[in-house]
């Protein structure tokens, strides 16, 4: 019973563990080792299976068995079953982690008696494994204090066994990465695991982890993400409407609202919710993810620990480039004032809808296919600006471009307008040719690129940003 996730190959799967994470059509597969098997050794058909229910499949399999209904149907799950459990996790990122001292001091710290006794301790006490998975990556479980639950004897009605609820971390060292398992557990509990592994680490561990709107965009884009929901806050789209909220088909563009259209100029996304496509020994199924700028992660079907793995693989790469990844409102906000002053008609709420407009019609119809998701497309409008500011900060673009200059952009008035205020604001030396910065930028927008990564690699290599 107890709640696993980074320990579930340790712990195991209950024989009704493995009927759960099965499907009926798992069982009337002739083409699966353990059904062709059965199929060629008794009277039992294909044909038979197929059309049966999920209650009579189960009953004509073991009816033919000569061994265990139970291993037989480990040795379909290990084939076809849905490993691994659901996650919900926090994350923190940090920086001076030491895996060595970690290690160490975690491993003085764990306690070897019988772990019923160890739900009255305090978390810091309550350590009972410290495992080495490689790579630097260390788990660590706790039992958590006061989260017991009784469970009838099996044997003897008269009887109760209890459980313990485990916390379960695991620390990439090598990237700085913390993930601490939310289940049964308060912001108080998380926070005190987070000071923990920060004084056995002797490192620096950020207390609030923020993300970003299109950090949390380009880890939907890295995991080749189907959005199904998107969530904005910041928004100020009438007298009583704070928040746009899309939930949906993955095969619709949440951009259609009437509300949500308006909020992805100038709102800001707090949650996202998409499909991924979960692979675990050459076996893959389908999960929802939901992502919250807190940082708080967690999935609908059950995954394998690698599947945390690769999303902070993704998100550490991404996170390298945070400062070209800051949306066009943020980067303007810096200069409220002076938008004010420059635009005493409407103020900066009508300069950002229009700039942001003149960055849309640049951008989408160059990005817009089948490889990007609709949602994803204000992330690249916000990356071209941040690449186009990059530029102006160097002297290859202050002279009138050497070769032929692109079809302007529809609403190029605008967009040098946001450029040349941008560079005034910005810069000490705000001289540039905008000619030769559209050309640039069109030379970017026009390459072949499916991520944010992709596009800021193919910048920086071209460009030398």
Same mark, same amino acid.
């Given at each position: ?14 024989h009704r563990e493995r009927l759960d994470r099965l499907h009926v059509a798992d069982f009337q597969d002739p083409d699966l080792p353990p059904i062709r098997d059965l199929i060629e050794r008794t009277p039992l058909t294909a044909a038979e299976l197929q059309a049966a229910t999920q209650e ?33 996790? +926090? ?26 006794n160890l739900h009255e301790s305090k978390v810091r006490n309550s350590l009972v494994s410290v495992k080495d998975r490689g790579d630097g990556i260390l788990d660590l479980r706790f039992v958590i204090p006061g989260n017991q639950i009784a469970e009838e004897d099996i044997e003897n009605d008269? $009887? ?26 308060? #912001?108080?509990?998380?926070?005190? !695991? ?26 939907? =884009? ?13 928004? @100020? ?27 992805? !100029? ?12 979960? &692979? ?22 059950? &995954? ?10 993704? !998100?550490? +790469? ?29 103020? /900066?709420?009508?300069? !950002? ?17 089948? $490889? /990007?998701?609709?949602?994803? /497309? ?23 471009? #050497? ?12 967009? @040098? ?15 540039? =040719? ?13 390459? #072949?690129?499916?991520?944010?990564? #992709?596009? /800021? ?9």
């Amino acid at each position: 019973m107890s709640r696993t996730y980074f320990f579930r190959d340790e712990e195991g799967y209950t024989h009704r563990e493995r009927l759960d994470r099965l499907h009926v059509a798992d069982f009337q597969d002739p083409d699966l080792p353990p059904i062709r098997d059965l199929i060629e050794r008794t009277p039992l058909t294909a044909a038979e299976l197929q059309a049966a229910t999920q209650e009579e499949v189960y009953n004509k399999i073991q009816r033919r068995l000569n061994g265990s209904w139970e291993n037989f149907v480990e040795r379909v799950f290990n084939l076809r079953g849905d490993k691994g459990d659901l996650f919900n996790l +926090k994350l923190y990122f940090g920086s001076d982690i030491s895996y060595d001292t970690l290690y160490e001091k975690a491993s003085e710290k764990v306690r070897d008696e019988d772990h019923d006794n160890l739900h009255e301790s305090k978390v810091r006490n309550s350590l009972v494994s410290v495992k080495d998975r490689g790579d630097g990556i260390l788990d660590l479980r706790f039992v958590i204090p006061g989260n017991q639950i009784a469970e009838e004897d099996i044997e003897n009605d008269t $009887q109760y066994r209890f459980y313990n609820f485990y916390a379960e971390v695991r620390v990439y060292t090598q990237q700085g990465v913390l993930a601490i398992s939310r289940r049964a557990m308060d #912001d108080d509990d998380i926070s005190r !695991l987070r000071n923990l592994i920060e004084t056995w680490s002797e490192g620096d561990i950020e207390p609030q982890p923020r993300l970003t709107p299109n950090e949390m965009l380009a880890l939907e =884009n890295a995991l080749d993400g189907q959005n199904v929901g998107i969530d904005y806050g910041q928004f @100020k789209g009438g007298r009583n409407i704070k928040k746009a909220r899309y939930s949906g088909a993955s095969n619709l563009s949440p951009l259609n609202s009437e509300i949500v259209r308006p909020a992805s !100029l100038n709102g800001r996304i707090v949650k996202l919710k998409f499909e991924h496509t979960h &692979t675990a020994e050459d076996h893959s199924w389908d999960v929802k993810i939901r992502l919250q700028y807190e940082c708080k992660i967690s999935a609908t079907k059950e &995954t394998t620990p690698s599947c945390i793995n690769q999303l902070v693989k993704e !998100l550490v +790469k991404i996170r390298e480039y945070k400062s070209l990844l800051r949306t066009v409102t943020d980067r303007l906000e810096e200069h409220r004032w002076k938008i004010n002053n420059q635009t005493a008609a409407g103020g /900066i709420r009508t300069y !950002l809808n229009r700039r942001n407009l003149a960055l849309r019609t640049a951008v989408d119809r160059h990005v817009e296919n089948s $490889q /990007i998701e609709a949602v994803e /497309i204000q992330m690249f409008r916000d990356l071209f600006f941040s690449l186009g500011c990059e530029l102006l900060k160097t002297d290859q673009i202050k002279d009138a471009p #050497d070769s032929d200059i692109p079809e302007d952009p529809q609403q190029k008035a605008h967009l @040098k307008q946001l450029f040349d205020d941008y560079s005034r604001w910005d810069l000490d030396d705000p001289n540039y =040719n905008f000619d030769k910065l559209w050309c640039q930028l069109h030379s970017l927008l026009t390459s #072949d690129f499916t991520s944010p990564v #992709d596009l /800021i690699e193919t910048a920086k290599s071209e460009f030398e940003i």
